[in-house]
Every structure is written in structure tokens, then in C-alpha cells.
């Protein structure tokens, strides 16, 4: 009898080991797998990729840095294959913990109908075609359930294991990712307010917006220029590089940069109120339910209300920043004489030149990109849904997306900008300007300077 536990212990502690050795497999591969550059360290950029991959857009930086403070133990910038495998092993049993309290039959499957229970005891609403979404998303097998090592290998890049984050992690993969950063703000858990990462991730969004305008201030003045002179004016008539070399014999190399410098300034500002909006907005929609997560429509109208009020704030400072681009050299003394000037010809009100169109220009821009994007991702998922979309598809689809706006609000853009430019001082109207540009120049005219803006929504995507 001895012998027979003594084979049958054997026997289990043989199974104990090839689990634990097919386990450290899976995970060495894992590593290996996010180990771009072969170096035998995961270092933030690789992480950023993998999150980017799985559907996470403008938030996968902050993602990928909650990722490595819990990992990179010693600090040293990336993460070893130990730390790598320290910090998964633990992280998978609290995860294991979260799926068993969310799976209520222990049935080892997660159904739509425990997603949904799960979320509503978090104060998160989702319907029920959202959960049946979510769960396409994970479950690779097309069982229209989600195993444990389908729940694993889904987050095991989550930086938490806490079950309301592990829900607004999925979520945004499977709903919320780069379509929406036109309009729609990044939302903060209350523990990263309190942290401070919300004003972290302002300055670098700041820094980052401040290197990629200086970039493409070239493209923006040209596109100005062509906004504003017809197609029969000696400074535009020439095409797109006759403008540049114009602009450079009456000004120099440095006079493609006019302006740029308000361009930069008013980033902060700009960025910090339409946070503080949104802010005050998500709590306006939620009313008595404060816990609540708001559905992604009820983002979309708060995003677009909170960047209709940030631009109403700074909107001096777009008209400022047109005029200085559209100046000839030794034209004004400086910005603050170029601001008297403008005050003491045309009155307080210059400084709000073509508002209107700019207002009617968000929403068109904002519904149309998230919209397409959306779209588009749905409709790779459903055909591939066990796949995540390739990164190069996101970007196919965010650049699809962001033309077919781009196309639509264009026109609103250039009457705002010849609205700026004007030096009349009696009342232009937008109807008025559309009227004479569809008479001078067709429906063409009312997309002039569109080329370089493509280039430069292009290139400001590589920041």
C-alpha cells in the first residue's frame, strides 16, 4: 500500500513539475515575444508597442509606465526576464482570484450575464451588446465565454488586478482607443488624480505638442497663406512650393516659423481648461450617480463641450497666431504691438474673428474621425475576432478616418481663417464668405491650403 502512495505521489509531484515547467515556457515566451529588439530586456517603447497593438492608442504610454513602476524593481529603465516573470506569476494569481469572484456558477467561463452583473456592482453600465462586444474581444476559442487563460493572456499587461480597472482596461480596447483623441480627453481614475499623473501626463502632452507644432509650423503657414490669398494672388499662384519660395525671399528660412511661437503658448492653457471641463462635465452627466462609468457616447458630448469651452478661452491667441503668420517682415515691433494695433483699428471684438465656424467645426470633425475609425476597427474585429487589430491597421484606419473629417470641416476651417485675416472692420458673415469663394474660385476654393494640412495631421501622428 506504501508503495502505492508512494507511486502516486510521485506521480503528482511528475504533473506538478511539467505544469511548472510548461508554465515558465509560456512565460519566457511571452517575454521573448515583447523583447523587440532582442536584447534580453523589455524596456517602455517595446511595452507601449505591445498595448498599441492590442487596441490602446493615446493611452498606451501611461499604461505602459503604470506597467513598468510595478516591474522594474531596480529602477534601471527596463525590466529582466527574473523581474518580468516575478511580477506576472503574482500578478496572474490575483488575477485568478478577480475571475473566480466574477465567474458567480464556477462554471470556469465567464458569460455576458456575470460581465454584467460584475460592472454593475462597480457602478459601471454596460449594455448588453457591449458586453457581448467585450467578450468577443477575449474569447479566442468563439465558445461566447471566456476561460481563465483566455482572461489571463488578455491582461496580463493590465497594471492592476483591481476588477473595476481590469473592466475600464477592457473597455478601452475594445471600444476607446486613438479615434477618439481628437475630442475626447484621457480619463483618470480617482487614484491617479490624487497621484498627480493627470498634470504628469499634461506637461508631457504638453512637451510633446510643443515639438510636434515646431515641426509642422512650415506646413501650417503655407496652409494660412493659401487659406487666405485666391488662387489669382502672385504669393499662391505659383502652387505650394511658389508660396514657399516667396515666403522666404520676402522673410528668410526663420519666417516659416511665424506664429509658431503662440502656436506653442497657448498648448497649456488650452490643454488644462478643456481638462478641468471635462472633468466638471463627466460629473454634470453622472448627476446622483457619481461612481458611475459614463457610456462612450456621454464621453463623446462631454469631450466636444469641454474642447468647444477650452477654445473659446484661448481663441484670442488662434487669431493672434494668423495674423503674425500672415505678416510681412518689420510690420509690427513685437506681439504686444501687433495686439494694440489690432484693438485700437478694430475693437475688441477682432480678437473673436470667425469664431463661429470654428465652434461648427468641432463636432463635424470629432463625430465623423471617431465615427469612420470605429467603423472601420468593427468591422476587422468581426471578421478576425480572435485577432488583435495589427498596429499598422489602427494607423490605417486613424488616417482614414481623420481625412474623411478633415474633408468634412475643411471648408468651416478656411472661413474661419479668412475671418481672422480680415482687416475690415465692418460685420462679415460666414454665409457671406462662402458665397464669394464659391463664386470666385468653385467648390474648389473652399479647399484650398488642404494638402499641406493633410501633411501636417500626418506628421504631428508620428508624435
Known amino acids: ?50 498595448l498599441t497593438k492590442r487596441g490602446h492608442g493615446e493611452g498606451a504610454t501611461d499604461l505602459a509606465k503604470r506597467f513598468m513602476s510595478r516591474t522594474d524593481v531596480d529602477k534601471s529603465g527596463d525590466v529582466s526576464i527574473d523581474e518580468f516573470l516575478d511580477h506576472i506569476r503574482n500578478h496572474e ?18 458569460d455576458v450575464h456575470e460581465v454584467i452583473h460584475a460592472s454593475q456592482k462597480l457602478g459601471i453600465h454596460l449594455t448588453l451588446q457591449e458586453a457581448e462586444a467585450m467578450i468577443k474581444r477575449m474569447d479566442e476559442d468563439g465558445s461566447s465565454g471566456i476561460s481563465w487563460e483566455e482572461w489571463r493572456d488578455f491582461l496580463f499587461l493590465s497594471s492592476s488586478d483591481d ?19 481628437a475630442s475626447v480627453p484621457v480619463d483618470f481614475t480617482p487614484q491617479e488624480l490624487k497621484s498627480g499623473l493627470w ?49 522666404i525671399k520676402e522673410g528668410g528660412i526663420a519666417s516659416m516659423w511665424r506664429g509658431n511661437g503662440i502656436n506653442v503658448i497657448k498648448i497649456a492653457p488650452e490643454s488644462a481648461i478643456k481638462f478641468m471641463a471635462y472633468e466638471q462635465l463627466k460629473g454634470v452627466i453622472k448627476g446622483r450617480n457619481p461612481n458611475r ?20 478661452a484661448i481663441y ?47 463636432l463635424p470633425y470629432a463625430g465623423i474621425d471617431l465615427t469612420i475609425y470605429e467603423t472601420l476597427k468593427r468591422a476587422y474585429l468581426r471578421r478576425e475576432p480572435s485577432k488583435d487589430p495589427p498596429v499598422l491597421l489602427l494607423l490605417a484606419c486613424g488616417t482614414i478616418s481623420s481625412t474623411c473629417g478633415q474633408i468634412a470641416s475643411y471648408p468651416l476651417a478656411l472661413v474661419r481663417t479668412q475671418l ?26 473652399l479647399y484650398r491650403g488642404i494638402l499641406p494640412n493633410f501633411l501636417k495631421v500626418k506628421k504631428k501622428h508620428l508624435f
Open 1 to 50: 500500500m506504501s508503495e502505492d502512495v508512494s507511486e502516486r505521489n510521485h506521480g503528482e509531484n511528475g504533473r506538478e513539475k511539467e505544469d511548472v515547467d510548461a508554465d515558465m515556457e509560456r512565460l519566457s515566451s511571452l517575454f521573448h515575444k515583447l523583447d523587440l529588439d532582442g536584447d534580453g530586456r523589455i524596456d517602455l517603447n517595446e511595452i507601449v508597442a505591445a
Open 163 to 181: 476588477l473595476h480597472e481590469v473592466v475600464n482596461y477592457w473597455k478601452q480596447t475594445t471600444f476607446l482607443d486613438i479615434g477618439e483623441a
Open 293 to 312: 462609468e459614463i457610456r462612450i457616447e456621454e464621453r463623446f458630448v462631454a469631450g466636444s463641450l469641454a474642447g468647444a469651452i477650452s477654445q473659446t
Open 420 to 445: 481672422q485675416a480680415s482687416y475690415s472692420t465692418t460685420n462679415q458673415s460666414m454665409t457671406l464668405i462662402f458665397k464669394t469663394i464659391l463664386r470666385r474660385d468653385g467648390v474648389v476654393g
Open 316 to 362: 484670442p491667441l488662434e487669431v493672434i497666431k494668423t495674423r503674425l503668420a500672415l505678416r510681412k517682415t518689420g510690420e509690427f515691433k513685437s506681439v504686444v504691438d501687433l495686439i494694440f494695433k489690432m484693438f485700437k483699428k478694430e475693437g475688441g471684438k477682432v480678437f473673436f474673428k470667425g469664431y463661429l465656424p470654428n465652434l461648427f467645426g468641432i
Open 199 to 247: 498634470w504628469r501626463h499634461l506637461v508631457a502632452g504638453g512637451l510633446a505638442g510643443a515639438i510636434s507644432r515646431t515641426t509642422t509650423a512650415p506646413l501650417d503657414r503655407i496652409k494660412v497663406f493659401l487659406q487666405v490669398h485666391g488662387k489669382n494672388s502672385p504669393v499662391t499662384s505659383n502652387g505650394i512650393m511658389g508660396c514657399v519660395r516667396a515666403m
Open 93 to 110: 494569481l490575483r488575477l485568478k482570484q478577480v475571475f473566480q469572484d466574477v465567474d458567480r456558477n464556477n462554471d470556469g467561463q465567464l
